[in-house]
C-alpha cells in the first residue's frame, strides 16, 4: 500500500545553497497570497518597479542601487538566474529587492493588484521565432492587458529587443493599446544611454552587430480593461454516490493527461491512499498559471458516499483549470460504476 508522503515545502527562512548562507527568503509565487502585499513583503510602502525576464540580474542590480526609495521586484522562471542575483543582492546589501520564482503572467494576472505597479521593464525577452511557439511571447494581448491593469496612471513601460521581427510586432501591438502613450518621437529608439546599464543580453547582440530597439511608454488615463486577479470561485466539492470499496477505486486509477477545453492540460499523476481516503496527485497548466496539488476522495460516514474536494497540499487556488479537473476527476468517478451518481456538486462549469 502505499503512504501519504508529499514534499515538505520550502519555508521562508534562510536556507543552506552551495555551503554558503542565503538570507534572501525564497519567494515562490505558490506561497504568496492573490494579490501579493508587497509593502508587508519589504516592510514598507514604496512605489514598485518591476523587472520581467531579469536573467542574471545587471538591470534589476542598477535599478535597486539607483532607486533606494522603490520596492524593485524582479520575476524570473530560471532558477539558476535567481540564484545568481540572489547572491548579487545578499553581496551588495540590497534591501530593497525581492526575487520572485514565477512566469511573468503568474505575476501580472495573480500576484499584482490593478494599479499597483510604478513601472515594468522587460529587458530583451525570449522571441520565440517560431509560429508554433508564438503563443509563448510575452507580448501579447492578454499579457499586455494584464501590464495596463496592473500599471499606476502615469507608470511605466520599457521594452528592449534586439530582434527586429519582436520589435515591429510589440511596436503594433502597443500602438493599438489606448491605456499607453509612447513617450519617443518614433516606435522605438536605437539607443537609450540613460539605462545606465547593459543587461548580458544587449551586451551579447551588440557584440554580434544587432541592432537594438528600445520602446518607452506611459499609462494614461484610458480605462483599462477588466483582468480579475481570480474569479470569486468557492473551492470545488462534489459528494457522489459510488457502490464500490475505497480499494476498487484505487484500482481503476491509472495515470493519464488531457487537454481539457480552454487550453488547460491536466495531469493526474498519481493516487496514494489511506483507509478513508485516496489523494490524487494532479498537475494542472492554465494560460496564467500552473499548480501542482490533489485531490481528496474522502469516505463519508454514509455507506458507499465519497467527497470529491481539494487537498491543502500544494496551496491549490480554485482557478478555471482547478474546477474543470474537479469536473473530469467527478466524471471519471462516476464512469466506475452504473450505479453511481452525484448527491451534492459545488463545481463552476464557467
Ligand atoms: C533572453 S533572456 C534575457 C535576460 C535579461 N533580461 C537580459 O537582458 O540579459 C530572457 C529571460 O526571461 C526569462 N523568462 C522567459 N520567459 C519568462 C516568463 N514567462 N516569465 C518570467 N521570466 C521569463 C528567461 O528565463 C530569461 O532569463
Sequence with gaps: MRRFVYPILQRHAPIRYNERMIQLPKLHSHMLAWPTDWSALFGRQAPILLEIGFGYGAFLLHLARSHPEANIVGVEIASRCLEQTERAVEREKLTNVRLIHATAETMLHHLCAPQSLSAIHI???????????????????????????????????????????????????????????????????????????????????????????????????????????????????????????????????????????????????????????????????????????AFLLAARPAAHEYTLKLSTIGHPRPTSGVHKAASALRDWVLSLHPQARVLIEKVAED
Design 123 to 293: 529587458n530583451f525577452p525570449d522571441p520565440w521565432f517560431k509560429r508554433a511557439h508564438s503563443h509563448r511571447r510575452l507580448m501579447q494581448r492578454d499579457t499586455l492587458e494584464a501590464m495596463v491593469s496592473r500599471l499606476l496612471p502615469g507608470g511605466h513601460l520599457y521594452l528592449a529587443t534586439d530582434i527586429r521581427e519582436y520589435a515591429a510586432m510589440s511596436a503594433e501591438l502597443l500602438a493599438a493599446t489606448p491605456q499607453l502613450e509612447n513617450l519617443l518621437p518614433g516606435a522605438w529608439v536605437n539607443e537609450l544611454p540613460e539605462r545606465g546599464v547593459r543587461t548580458k543580453y544587449e551586451n551579447a547582440a551588440l557584440l554580434a552587430g544587432r541592432t537594438c530597439h528600445y520602446f518607452v511608454y506611459r499609462r494614461n488615463a484610458f480605462p483599462a480593461p477588466d483582468v480579475p486577479i481570480i474569479k470569486d470561485w468557492p473551492m470545488p466539492h462534489v459528494v457522489v454516490h459510488l457502490p464500490l470499496t475505497l480499494d476498487e477505486i484505487f484500482a481503476c486509477f491509472q495515470r493519464q493527461d488531457k487537454t481539457l477545453d480552454s487550453g488547460v492540460y491536466v495531469h493526474w499523476m498519481d493516487i496514494y491512499r489511506n483507509p478513508q481516503r485516496l489523494l490524487i496527485e494532479t498537475f494542472i497548466k492554465e494560460p496564467t498559471i500552473e499548480q501542482h496539488f
